[in-house]
Antibody, heavy 120, light 107 residues
Framework: QVQLQESGPGLVKPSQTLSLTCNVS??????????WSWIRQLPGKGLKWIGY???????YYNPSLKSRLTISVDTSRNQFSLKLSSVTAADTAVYYC????????????WGQGTLVTVSS | DIQMTQSPSSVSASVGDRVTITCRAS??????LAWYQQKPGKAPKLLIY???SLQSGVPSRFSGSGSGTDFSLTISSLQPEDFATYYC?????????FGQGTTVEIK
């Protein structure tokens, strides 16, 4: 059973960089066939797709965040990461990592989510 | 970006009721649509992929249909554990986009 777990600071100051890591267990990122994703949910709001990465390092980013966004993968540690620079209060959200499976390109496994608050 | 519009935004229903939620895409997405269920404080859970395929482990009272621009999720007989918010997501093109959500509330 694949499991994903987000980790990282819960509080980030404005203008700084938000950094999160998603640790994957129960399966290897390097096995191929899956894309490793980030999604966020503003407080009380809907879901927004941030982007995803293949184990080879190939990425797909949401254009609305692309200028501030870096998603990377570390196959040796079986984890992938998100960095979002120059954050503002508008980036306060619950951040989820998830796996894009091979069924209809849908997100079939999700982490529990981590709340990141941007505040001084 | 492809806009996904769900209706209604919320629905009140009783246990045993049949509930249908619709999702409309701003342009054709073939059958590249997924449905998720989210309960408060929890991550979304995949219910349906490719518009009508039931994810493993999901009860058969959930079903999906549609193609092109119009899709629906039906719960044939609402159970207490089904009170939640439901989201559609298009997986046809980038960026992936979600509907705004439909909350199924207890009547």
């Amino acid at each position: 059973q694949v499991q994903l777990q987000e980790s990282g600071p819960g509080l980030v100051k404005p203008s700084q960089t938000l950094s999160l890591t998603c640790n994957v267990s129960g399966g290897s990122i390097s096995s191929g066939g899956y894309y490793w994703s980030w999604i966020r949910q503003l407080p009380g709001k809907g879901l927004k797709w941030i982007g995803y990465i293949y184990y080879t390092g190939s990425t797909y980013y949401n254009p609305s965040l692309k200028s501030r966004l870096t998603i990377s993968v570390d196959t040796s540690r079986n984890q992938f990461s998100l960095k979002l620079s120059s954050v503002t209060a508008a980036d306060t959200a619950v951040y989820y990592c998830a796996r894009r499976g091979d069924g209809g390109r849908a997100l079939d496994y999700w982490g529990q989510g981590t709340l990141v608050t941007v505040s001084s | 970006d492809i806009q996904m519009t769900q209706s209604p935004s919320s629905v009140s229903a009783s246990v045993g009721d049949r509930v249908t939620i619709t999702c409309r895409a701003s342009q054709g997405i073939s059958s590249w649509l997924a449905w998720y269920q989210q309960k408060p404080g929890k991550a979304p859970k995949l219910l349906i992929y490719a518009a009508s395929s039931l994810q493993s482990g999901v009860p058969s009272r959930f079903s999906g249909s549609g193609s092109g621009t119009d899709f629906s999720l039906t719960i044939s007989s609402l159970q207490p554990e089904d009170f939640a918010t439901y989201y559609c997501q298009q997986t046809n093109s980038f960026p992936r986009t979600f509907g705004q959500g439909t909350t199924v509330e207890i009547k």
